[in-house]
């Protein structure tokens, strides 16, 4: 069971002050059984419950929550705040002591070690939206070093999006960083775990890593003043992302090891993908035509009253226009027509699905894109909500609540990357290397979405499924 003196819940009210303290004669911060209610502005609030805080706190605030430069020094703390990060804003305009760079958040580690966990805000304005900063010397005195794990936060209208400057970890996940003045992501030192984050707009570099080890599955990083990527002297590893409408280049990598799996990078100026020195760059391809046909088979197959499906794609994406064309050749052979709806954000996929609708398709067939991956979850709960039968390339789609998914495991793909590296590091030249294609394909079945459509799933096609979501 929790203790209760290990969770604050920051409440913030802005109606009269007497109503917030409905119960407390004494006009005080009362505290219940699970909470600690504070009936004041948030700044500087939950400041002080960083700073009065135990390793491991956990410090939950409100929806409608506003607060400026948060400081989290020399220990470890979770800071929760809204599904919809919208509703709960951190503002870096104001500096407050020894805050790096003038952040929205700030970590530093000086003697205890530091971090935690962020998630649910958005984030404003400041030199960064997030920095991190610890020393190595931490980890030899045999403390905790900083590490900071963010979840579903926004960040836009920085002079960074983050920046990252310690020996330590930060790991980012289902988040969004745009409009930034300087680079979308800085870091200059440490370890970076990245998986569905989008960064666009920003002034500079999308991603910027010098001396430091990274990982980036299904990144996007488009529209930037720069490269989408800048890698100097590093070592990092890219899987099913897109990187696209950069200034100059896709990817530029400088005396670093970069490999690159599943990932697509094209309309940028100047070069898509660049390397300068030494190290290597490796790109290996997870694309298969015959896979987009093959998804229609076995989504006939599971659905055969299928009569119009609809693809949706993103138009920005490398392979839409030869993965339509074999679809479309699948489809006559099958007799079933075919429409095409396009989306490059959230609320166009919404529209994309009314479209489909509107235009009588009965099943969906979604494209192996980068973006579209990272809204698994979102296309999952239209197709189910419009009742139309549903398969991608990805995995991560069935589990997410899709029909079907066809395709390579991701697994298998970093499988092919070591045994990549495995032969540089053994003396072969990195150029003449073949880019081979995926060998094994996983066929994944969402029986819980098979019945909430009314589908019955033929016996012979859960034979061939290699898993069954129930």
Request: avoid cysteine.
């Amino acid at each position: 069971m929790t203790r209760p003196d290990r969770l604050i819940q920051i409440t913030v009210v802005f109606l009269a002050v007497g109503a917030a303290l409905a119960g407390n004669a004494n006009g005080q911060t009362r505290s219940t059984d699970r909470f600690l209610r504070v009936p004041s502005s948030a700044y500087p609030t939950i400041q002080s419950a960083i700073d009065a805080a135990p390793n491991g706190m956990k410090i939950v605030v409100a929806p409608g929550t506003y607060s400026e430069t948060l400081l989290v020094q020399g220990k470890i703390v979770h800071i929760r705040g809204s599904e919809d990060p919208s509703q709960t804003t951190i503002a870096g305009d104001r500096p407050r002591g020894i805050v790096p760079a003038n952040a929205a958040v700030g970590l530093v580690n000086y003697k205890n070690g530091g971090g935690g966990t962020l998630y649910g805000f958005r984030l404003v304005g400041g030199d960064a939206g997030i920095t991190g900063r610890g020393l190595r010397g931490d980890r030899a005195a045999g403390r905790e070093a900083l590490r900071l794990d963010i979840r579903n936060v926004e960040i836009s209208g920085s002079g960074r999006g983050i920046l990252w400057d310690s020996p330590a970890a930060i790991v980012v996940s289902n988040s969004k960083i745009s409009d930034t003045w300087g680079n979308g992501v800085s870091l200059l030192q440490g370890l970076l775990k990245s998986s569905y984050l989008t960064i666009v707009d920003a002034g500079q570099v999308g991603i910027y890593v010098a001396n430091a080890d990274a990982t980036f599955d299904n990144v996007v990083s488009g529209f930037n003043a720069s490269a989408g990527f800048y890698i100097y002297k590093s070592h990092v590893f890219i899987t099913d992302s897109s990187v696209f409408d950069n200034v100059v280049a896709g990817v530029w990598a400088v005396h670093s090891d970069l490999t690159a799996y599943g990932t697509s990078s094209y309309a940028n100026k100047a070069n898509d993908v660049h390397r300068f020195g030494d190290g290597w760059v490796m790109l290996l391809s997870n694309a298969n035509l015959d896979v987009s046909a093959k998804t229609l088979e076995l989504l006939t197959t599971a659905a055969p009253k299928i009569s119009q499906v609809a693809i949706l794609g993103n138009p920005g994406s490398l392979n839409e226009s030869a993965m339509l064309k074999s679809i479309q050749a699948a489809a006559r052979n099958v007799g079933v027509a075919v429409m095409t709806v396009e989306a490059t954000t959230p609320g166009e996929i919404e529209i994309a699905f009314a479209a489909m609708v509107q235009q009588r398709a009965n099943a969906v067939v979604i494209a192996g894109d980068a973006f579209l991956t990272m809204q698994a979850s979102q296309i999952a709960g239209l197709a189910i909500k419009y009742r139309l039968p549903s398969i991608t390339q990805s995995p991560r789609y069935a589990a997410a609540g899709g029909l079907m998914s066809y395709g390579q495991n991701p697994t298998e793909g970093y499988r092919r990357a070591a045994a990549y590296v495995d032969k540089i590091l053994k003396g072969a030249d990195p150029g003449s290397l073949p880019i081979e294609q995926p060998t094994r394909l996983e066929f994944v079945i969402n029986m819980k979405t098979a019945d909430t459509l009314g589908l019955t799933i033929p016996a012979a096609l859960l034979l061939r499924a290699d898993a069954i979501i129930r």
